[in-house]
C-alpha cells in the first residue's frame, strides 16, 4: 500500500476555473452590450482573471485578463464608444486589477512550489524512519496503513516493522509513543532502530524487549544531556512507548506475544470468524524502567495457515464519531466480507473508520494486517518399489 501525497490543485479542476472564466466573460460582455447605456456591466468582468487566479498560474491568468480586457473594449465600441470617460477609467481599472491578479497567482505559485518541496522532504525522511514492510515476508503477506490525524505529515508517533529471524521465523512490532510531533517521530524511530538490530540476534522476545527497553533508555538519556547543554535543563514529561511482539515461525500454528501495555490483535479465521485475543499477563510500557524488574510474559496464540492477524494502534479503537462514541473494531470487521486478503481488509477498515469519525481523527492510527500464506504442498515422495 501507497500513501496519497499531497498535491496542488488537479489539471481537470484548472481547466474547469478557465471555462468558467471564459463564459464569464462572454456573458459578461453580451450583458453589457444588449443593457441600457446607462448602465455599466463591464467592470464586473474583473471577476474572471480573480476566478483564473484562485485556481491557474500566471500565464492562464494573464491570458484570461487579456479576453477580458478586450471584451471590455469590445463592449465599449458597441456601447457608448471607447473614448468616453467612464468607459477608459473602467478600462484602466481592469488592467491594474488584472495586473495585480497575475502577480499573485505568481507569488502563490512560487509559495506553492516551495511547499511541495518541503513536503516531500518531508514525506522522504518519514519513509525513511519508518521503512513501510513489504507486501510479502517470508510466508507472510503484508499490508498496512497508516492515517495521521496532522494533514501536514504522513506518520507521527505510531510505528510498526516486519523482520526476518533466522533460520525460520519472522517478528513483528507495532506500538506508539507518548505524544506527539518532532519528538514522537524521533523516538519511534530510535525504537524501529533497535527493534531491527536486535530482532535478528535476540533469541526470545522476552529478551528483545529488555534490549528495547535498554535502547529506548539510553536514547532519552542522550536526549536529556543534548538539551541540557543546549538550553540548560531538560523536560520532566515522561516518555515512553507501548508495543507489541510478535513471533511467527514458518512453519506451525503457533504465534509467540508478548504486550508492553499495547492492545492485543484481533485473530480474524480463514472462515470469517473474529476473535479478540487478550493478554494474560502484559508488561509496562517500554521506557519506564520497569522491565528490568518485572518479568516479561510471552504467551502462544493458535494462527493457522490462512488466519490473519490483524494488528493495530489505541488511535484506532479510540478513535470517536461526532456523537462520542468509540469505533467498535471487532463488531466492525466481523461484519465485513470474509476471506478478505490483507490489503482489501484494510481498505474496508480505512473507509469504514472514516465514515464513523466522519473524516477526521484525533489521534494517529496504524493498522498492520499479517496473513500466514497456505502452505504449498511439497514435491511428491519417490515411489518405493
Same mark, same amino acid.
Given at each position: 500500500?501507497?500513501?496519497?501525497?499531497?498535491?496542488?490543485?488537479?489539471?481537470?479542476?484548472?481547466?474547469?476555473?478557465?471555462?468558467?472564466?471564459?463564459?464569464?466573460?462572454?456573458?459578461?460582455?453580451?450583458?453589457?452590450?444588449?443593457?441600457?447605456?446607462?448602465?455599466?456591466?463591464?467592470?464586473?468582468?474583473?471577476?474572471?482573471?480573480?476566478?483564473?487566479?484562485?485556481?491557474?498560474?500566471?500565464?492562464?491568468?494573464?491570458?484570461?485578463?487579456?479576453?477580458?480586457?478586450?471584451?471590455?473594449?469590445?463592449?465599449?465600441?458597441?456601447n457608448g464608444g471607447v473614448a468616453s470617460y467612464a468607459r477608459v477609467w473602467q478600462l484602466v481599472a481592469l488592467i491594474v486589477v488584472s495586473v495585480l491578479l497575475v502577480f499573485?497567482?505568481?507569488?502563490?505559485?512560487?509559495?506553492?512550489?516551495?511547499?511541495?518541496?518541503?513536503?516531500?522532504?518531508?514525506?522522504?525522511?518519514?519513509?525513511?524512519?519508518?521503512?513501510?514492510?513489504?507486501?510479502?515476508?517470508?510466508?507472510?503477506?503484508?499490508?498496512?496503513?497508516?492515517?495521521?490525524?496532522?494533514?501536514?505529515?504522513?506518520?507521527?508517533?505510531?510505528?510498526?516493522?516486519?523482520?526476518?529471524?533466522?533460520?525460520?521465523?519472522?517478528?513483528?512490532?507495532?506500538?506508539?509513543?507518548?505524544?506527539?510531533?518532532?519528538?514522537?517521530?524521533?523516538?519511534?524511530?530510535?525504537?524501529?532502530?533497535?527493534?531491527?538490530?536486535?530482532?535478528?540476534?535476540?533469541?526470545?522476545?522476552?529478551?528483545?524487549?529488555?534490549?528495547?527497553?535498554?535502547?529506548?533508555?539510553?536514547?532519552?538519556?542522550?536526549?536529556?544531556?543534548?538539551?541540557?547543554?543546549?538550553?540548560?535543563?531538560?523536560?520532566?514529561?515522561?516518555?515512553?512507548?507501548?508495543?507489541?511482539?510478535?513471533?511467527?515461525?514458518?512453519?506451525?500454528?503457533? @504465534?509467540? !506475544?508478548?504486550? *508492553?501495555?499495547?492492545?492485543?490483535? /484481533? &485473530?480474524? #479465521?480463514? $472462515? %470469517?470468524?473474529?476473535? =479478540?485475543?487478550?493478554?494474560?499477563?502484559?508488561?509496562?510500557?517500554?521506557?519506564?524502567?520497569?522491565?528490568?524488574?518485572?518479568?516479561?510474559? @510471552?504467551? !502462544?496464540?493458535? *494462527?493457522?495457515?490462512?488466519?490473519? /492477524? &490483524?494488528? #493495530?494502534? $489505541? %488511535?484506532?479503537?479510540? =478513535?470517536?464519531?461526532?456523537?462520542?462514541?468509540?469505533?467498535?473494531?471487532?463488531e466492525r470487521v466481523a461484519a465485513f466480507p470474509p476471506a478478505l486478503t490483507p490489503d482489501a481488509l484494510l481498505r474496508h477498515l480505512r473507509q469504514d473508520l472514516l465514515a464513523?469519525? %466522519?473524516?477526521?481523527?484525533?489521534?494517529?492510527?496504524?493498522?498492520?494486517?499479517?496473513?500466514?500464506?497456505?502452505?504449498?504442498?511439497?514435491?511428491?515422495?519417490?515411489?518405493v518399489p
Amino acid at each position: 500500500m501507497d500513501l496519497s501525497r499531497l498535491s496542488d490543485v488537479p489539471e481537470r479542476t484548472a481547466r474547469l476555473a478557465m471555462a468558467t472564466a471564459l463564459a464569464l466573460v462572454v456573458v459578461i460582455a453580451v450583458a453589457d452590450v444588449i443593457s441600457p447605456r446607462e448602465v455599466f456591466l463591464s467592470p464586473m468582468l474583473v471577476v474572471a482573471p480573480a476566478l483564473a487566479a484562485s485556481f491557474t498560474g500566471p500565464w492562464r491568468t494573464s491570458a484570461i485578463a487579456l479576453v477580458a480586457v478586450g471584451a471590455q473594449i469590445f463592449a465599449s465600441s458597441l456601447n457608448g464608444g471607447v473614448a468616453s470617460y467612464a468607459r477608459v477609467w473602467q478600462l484602466v481599472a481592469l488592467i491594474v486589477v488584472s495586473v495585480l491578479l497575475v502577480f499573485f497567482s505568481y507569488v502563490r505559485g512560487r509559495r506553492s512550489q516551495q511547499l511541495n518541496r518541503a513536503r516531500l522532504v518531508a514525506e522522504t525522511a518519514q519513509r525513511v524512519l519508518l521503512r513501510p514492510p513489504p507486501d510479502r515476508v517470508g510466508p507472510l503477506l503484508i499490508a498496512w496503513l497508516y492515517l495521521t490525524a496532522d494533514d501536514d505529515t504522513q506518520f507521527g508517533g505510531d510505528f510498526f516493522a516486519v523482520t526476518r529471524r533466522r533460520p525460520a521465523a519472522s517478528r513483528v512490532i507495532v506500538g506508539d509513543v507518548r505524544g506527539h510531533g518532532l519528538a514522537a517521530i524521533s523516538e519511534a524511530s530510535a525504537v524501529l532502530g533497535a527493534f531491527r538490530e536486535a530482532a535478528r540476534r535476540c533469541a526470545t522476545l522476552d529478551e528483545l524487549a529488555r534490549v528495547l527497553e535498554e535502547s529506548l533508555g539510553w536514547d532519552r538519556e542522550e536526549s536529556a544531556e543534548g538539551r541540557q547543554g543546549t538550553d540548560g535543563g531538560g523536560d520532566g514529561d515522561e516518555h515512553f512507548a507501548t508495543a507489541l511482539l510478535l513471533e511467527l515461525p514458518d512453519h506451525g500454528d503457533q @504465534v509467540l !506475544m508478548t504486550c *508492553c501495555g499495547h492492545p492485543p490483535p /484481533l &485473530l480474524i #479465521h480463514a $472462515d %470469517g470468524r473474529v476473535v =479478540a485475543t487478550r493478554s494474560e499477563e502484559p508488561s509496562p510500557p517500554l521506557g519506564m524502567g520497569m522491565l528490568s524488574v518485572t518479568a516479561v510474559h @510471552v504467551q !502462544m496464540i493458535a *494462527c493457522a495457515a490462512g488466519d490473519t /492477524l &490483524l494488528l #493495530h494502534t $489505541d %488511535g484506532v479503537i479510540e =478513535a470517536r464519531s461526532p456523537q462520542g462514541v468509540f469505533y467498535p473494531l471487532a463488531e466492525r470487521v466481523a461484519a465485513f466480507p470474509p476471506a478478505l486478503t490483507p490489503d482489501a481488509l484494510l481498505r474496508h477498515l480505512r473507509q469504514d473508520l472514516l465514515a464513523h469519525t %466522519g473524516g477526521r481523527l484525533t489521534d494517529d492510527a496504524a493498522l498492520l494486517a499479517v496473513c500466514r500464506a497456505p502452505e504449498e504442498p511439497g514435491p511428491p515422495a519417490p515411489a518405493v518399489p
